[in-house]
């Protein structure tokens, strides 16, 4: 709990920066359009488009989000692998990994999950759309393209930040080829925890899985058909 309240701490802080900025620029900017203007509805902001100043903050507040939800769980898991190796770590991500982030996305309402359509925990799929981001993602490996964050909007109408979730040597025990980079007893491990277990055969660099931070405060109500 420690580490999930220096890091709301860290995410005001920087997030007020933010909005001051964006403030401050949008005063000198020319007048928004009447229209343009979002209108609040039962504690949600809507909006009549993702305009390129909203998908701008947008494109912010989810960097600023996955950096501190990736703080988190990656400090959580070092601790875990230097108090038991790959064994403790793997019990580790079965019982803490969603928690963490589900209790950053309820202090700072949003959705915060890590998705994959090669997912270890059923809980982490992806959906249809989702499965249409990843496979974008997935091509830009094959030709070698760097991956790039993006705001899409969903099916209720909420922005969706995604960040590409690579493949590093350190995630290789557990999610590399089963018996040579995946030892015996871990490859059991994996097995007994996860009995459906997909993510597995990966290479370094490879896509594993996406971010996708949720703004569940704000809705785009777009008049387009």
């Known amino acids: 709990m420690k580490t999930i309240s220096l890091l709301f701490l860290l995410y005001t802080t ?28 039962n504690e949600v902001m809507v909006y009549p488009g993702l305009n390129d100043s909203l998908h701008r903050e ?17 400090s959580a898991l070092m601790d875990a692998m ?42 982490n799929e992806t959906n249809d759309f989702e499965n249409t981001v ?5 091509m830009g490996y094959i030709q070698r393209a760097i991956p790039k964050t993006r705001v899409d909007v969903d099916k209720d109408g909420h922005p969706v930040y995604y960040k590409l979730i690579d493949v590093k040597q350190e ?14 007893d871990v490859a059991a491990k994996i097995r ?8 597995i055969d990966f290479e370094v660099g490879q896509p594993r899985g996406m971010w996708a931070i949720t703004f569940n405060h704000i809705l785009i109500k777009s008049d387009k058909p």
């Open 192 to 199: 007994k925890l996860y009995p459906n277990d997909k993510a």
């Open 171 to 184: 995630c290789m025990v557990c999610h590399g080829k089963l018996y040579v980079d995946i030892p015996t």
């Open 14 to 41: 920087l997030f007020s920066g933010c909005l001051q900025t964006n403030k401050q620029t949008k005063e000198n900017q020319q007048p928004a359009k009447e229209n343009q203007q979002p209108v609040k509805e």
């Open 82 to 123: 230097q108090k038991g190796g790959p064994m403790y770590a793997l019990e580790f991500c079965n019982t803490q990994a969603i928690p963490i982030t589900d209790s950053l996305a309820r202090v700072l309402n949003v959705g915060v999950k890590r998705v994959a359509k090669k997912n270890r925990n059923p809980d």
């Open 58 to 74: 947008l494109m912010i507040q989810g960097a600023i989000l996955v950096h501190q939800s990736m703080f988190g769980i990656k």
């Open 134 to 138: 990843y496979k974008e993602y997935v």
